[in-house]
């Protein structure tokens, strides 16, 4: 059997009109920490415990991205992401295939949609 070399996670890149204020809304918003801005601007990362997120410059009209987060305690999620002035565009609920679930949409309309069984 072939050894595999470990690997880290995905690490998604979002389509932003502003990668600075985009950072500045994920620290001041949703509370992720500022990892590091290009020189010109054009991309830069946040992080949040394990969870990095990349932002590149795009030109509108580009078509948000949408990521799937599960969220163990997904009451405290929601109301942590409430308080803090999220954009949350559907709230929390049991959807009908099974999932409890709430959507927070960005500045640049990228949605997150987080989770739990």
């Known amino acids: 059997m072939k050894m595999l070399t470990t690997i880290g996670p995905p690490v998604p890149e979002l389509p932003v009109v502003d990668v600075e204020k985009a950072q500045q809304y994920y620290r001041d918003v949703l509370g992720f920490e500022i990892g590091w801005l290009d020189p010109g601007k054009g991309i830069g990362a946040v992080s949040r415990g394990k969870a990095v997120i990349f932002f590149r410059r795009r030109q509108e009209p580009f078509e948000p991205a949408i990521h799937w987060i ?4 997904i009451d405290a999620t929601y109301e942590e992401f409430r308080s803090s002035g999220s954009k949350i565009v559907e709230p929390l609920e049991k959807k009908p295939w099974g999932l409890r679930q709430f959507t927070v949409e960005d500045l640049d ?9």
């Open 109 to 117: 309309g990228n949605r997150f949609y987080f989770h739990c069984d």
């Open 70 to 73: 599960f969220a163990a305690d």
